[in-house]
């Protein structure tokens, strides 16, 4: 078991075409990730490099191969055209990697999405692996193994960086999420907690944060009210200088300090403990296993 | 990206949001020649991208002409929060009967944008929403509800600002136009503090601040030209366009890192092994050895660098190329300080290899690396 994605998983490209889709449709390819096909508006029955069938759209694709997963990297400026593609369609859960997305249209493409019940990951963001199984992004395969540690994220390095003292201590990872870092996110760490309490394979779950909203807070309220397993923090950004703020809507709105140490303190006053070194999320996630 | 208040106030406008008529100028003499033109009771207003500009002494209403151009000058020589002031606005003051708070914002937190309100007006709001949080009205709107909007929500939601009924319906109208710009500009964030009653009963957007969504300004030229380049600070521009994200802070240890998140991490290591970091420098994830040469740059261009830190984790970012960056830097540019490296995943091999036979000092971890650059740079 693992959350989300499994070796069971069937994933379509969009964008596949493209620089970035074509190089990592064969990384993933090559990890062992069940890729049946892809999606570029206008090369429909075209055939890739890897040998995959090109559709023009997510329906088109689905219905020919199955598949329930899609995930994107085409261009900002067409990145909502895309997803309301995959709206439109029946697949079950969207990876958007695309950096740099209009938030409005990240926005409006969430609206259409989960009016139909698909799930977002993203977008600005490394993408979804379960370790040994399948992988769904533009992360380095190699620095992750099976193991029993789920993983959220807001950051792509700092992901890696966790990942790997992870295997390099031999815990490995059950799955690995990479949320993204833009203002508006399809899945936010409270949407996932709940999946990685419930998956029988993961003993623990590491969350990175940084600095800016309250998603981690949040997250602390939920797992001090719902959740058995212990959940580990790495805060990054307490050396950031404050942003130059504008108008007060934000504080009003906010109302709460968005700061990395406001957030440590809070997720550690709901009993999780927060490294204060990449170095010791190792230490802390071995301290609550015993 | 801000808007300064006039060029927000452009935009209501030409959208038609009500608000007084204004003009902005760069010198007093101006201010003068627009307050003669106006004619008196006017208000001089500093146009400077911070907050707390009326505290500062940036905003004065003046009802005596021969007061104007001192004030102006005055004005033009203020530094708020650190940015100088290059313009001043001037608008006729107006008569103020009622005076209350109305915003448009993206909410992360609820996936939508919603329209903020408070009965209480002015520059306390911000208290007000701390110690009365009860008093801080929020509708949440979908994309499709900005499009299509319910009169009967914006009318509840309105009714709660204002209790005259002309009052709420042009306070209704006018969040239909709001919400129409928010949408057609990209706006993240409009604000009103104060939306105001005059003596006639009139609803009128005193005020205007506005931000726009930097990942949207490709499709908005026009909107990207007002950017205001006083108020940016010029290596960070330089760092932007070459596709670097870049801060300067006052510490001491240069930065450059692959990945924000990673950036953040590294700085706060740095501290936390005794260290000053002197900068965030995300160079992104491309393999781009050229950014690397920019990105040395950038980081010697402060005189106070005692030592720099160099921190990638290989991903898109090949550990290869990163070296190749750093061996030209090196070539074309004099490094007086000492460089730690700590270069881990694709392609490390290849770059370690390139490495080898400089004078560069190699971390295996970032905890190794941070504590070796914190020695290294003198602590402080």
Redesign the interface.
């Known amino acids: 078991m693992s959350i989300l994605v499994n070796k069971d998983t069937k994933i379509i490209v969009q964008g596949i075409t493209g620089r970035d889709g074509s190089f990592h449709t064969k990384q993933m390819l090559d990890y062992g990730s069940q890729i049946v096909g892809g999606v570029t508006p206008g090369k429909g029955g075209q055939t890739t490099a890897d040998g995959l069938p090109v559709f023009n759209t997510c329906q088109e694709a689905i219905e020919a191969t199955g598949a329930d997963t899609s995930i994107m990297y085409v261009p900002a400026p067409f990145a909502k055209a895309a997803m309301l593609g995959a709206a439109n369609s029946d697949i079950k859960l969207m990876i958007a990697i695309t950096e740099g997305v209009p938030t409005l249209d990240a926005l409006e493409a969430y609206e259409a999405l989960s009016a139909k019940g698909i799930r977002l990951i993203g977008p600005n963001c490394p993408g979804i692996i379960t370790p040994e199984e399948c992988k769904i992004g533009i992360m380095p395969a190699n620095i992750h193994k099976k193991g029993r540690i789920g993983v959220i994220s807001r950051s792509g390095t700092l992901t890696y960086e966790i990942v790997d003292q992870l295997t390099k201590a031999g815990l490995g990872e059950s799955t690995c999420v990479g949320i993204g870092g833009d203002p508006i996110i399809g899945s936010k760490f409270v949407d996932l907690l709940p999946l990685f309490e419930e998956d029988p394979d993961t003993d623990a779950i590491v969350i990175a944060g940084e600095i800016g909203g309250q998603d981690e807070v949040i997250a602390a309220e939920y797992f001090k009210n719902h959740m058995k397993k212990p959940v580990i923090g790495f805060m990054a950004g307490l050396t950031a200088p404050k942003g130059k703020r504008m108008g007060h809507a934000g504080a009003i709105v906010g109302g709460e300090d968005d700061t990395a140490a406001a957030k440590i303190k809070k997720l550690e006053a709901a009993g999780i403990p927060v490294a204060s070194v990449i170095s010791d999320v190792v230490p802390l996630v071995e301290s609550k296993l015993n | 990206m801000?808007l300064h208040e006039y060029q927000a106030k452009a935009l209501f406008r030409e959208n038609g949001i009500l608000c007084p008529p204004d003009k902005a100028v760069d010198t007093a003499e101006e201010a003068l020649q627009v307050a003669e033109e106006m004619g008196m009771p006017v208000v001089i207003k500093a146009m400077v991208?911070?907050?707390g500009r009326g505290k500062a002494g940036g905003v004065k209403v003046l009802s005596d002409i021969s007061e104007v151009k001192e004030t102006a000058e005055n004005i033009l020589q203020l530094r708020i929060?650190d940015l100088p002031v290059r313009k001043v606005m001037i608008a006729p003051a107006v008569n103020i009967e009622t005076e209350v708070?109305l915003?448009i914002?993206?909410?992360?937190?609820t996936?939508?944008?919603?329209y903020?309100g408070?009965k209480d007006g002015g520059v306390e709001?911000?208290e007000t929403?701390?110690t009365n949080?009860e008093k801080?009205l929020?509708l949440q709107c979908?994309?499709?509800q900005l499009k299509n909007p319910d009169d009967a929500r914006l009318t509840e939601f309105a009714s709660n600002l204002f209790d005259g009924e002309s009052q709420v319906h042009e306070t209704v109208e006018m969040m239909k136009k709001l919400g129409a710009l928010f949408?057609t500009t990209?706006a993240?964030?409009i604000?009103i503090?104060p939306l105001i009653t005059d003596d006639k009963g009139t609803v009128i957007a005193l005020d205007a601040?506005m931000?726009l969504?930097d990942?949207?300004l490709?499709?908005h030229p026009e909107l990207a030209e007002l950017r205001d380049m006083d108020s940016e600070d010029q290596d960070e521009l330089d760092a932007s366009e070459k596709g670097l994200a870049f801060?300067r802070?006052d510490g001491n240890v240069g930065c450059m890192?692959?990945?924000?998140?990673?950036a953040?991490?590294t700085?706060?290591?740095?501290?936390?092994f005794g260290g000053n970091?002197a900068n965030?420098l995300d160079v992104g994830?491309s393999s781009n050895p050229q950014k690397v040469v920019e990105a040395f740059k950038l980081i010697l261009k402060d005189p106070n660098i005692t030592a720099i830190l160099i921190n990638i984790?290989?991903?898109?970012t090949r550990c290869d190329d990163i070296a190749n960056g750093l061996l030209e830097s090196l070539k074309i540019l004099d490094v007086p300080v000492p460089i730690v490296i700590r270069l881990?995943?694709?392609n490390e091999e290849e770059g370690r290899a390139l490495l080898v036979g400089t004078d560069l000092i190699t971390a295996h971890?970032?905890?190794e690396g941070a504590t070796k650059v914190a020695e290294l740079g003198g602590k402080s």
């Open positions: 801000k991208h911070s907050g929060q708070y915003s914002l993206l909410d992360r937190s996936h939508s944008v919603i903020v408070c709001i911000e929403a701390k949080p801080i929020k979908s994309t499709v949408l990209d993240s964030m604000e503090n601040k931000m969504d990942n949207a490709f499709r801060i802070l890192v692959n990945g924000a998140g990673l953040m991490a700085m706060d290591t740095i501290k936390h970091p965030f994830g984790f290989g991903g898109i881990v995943g694709t971890t970032l905890e």
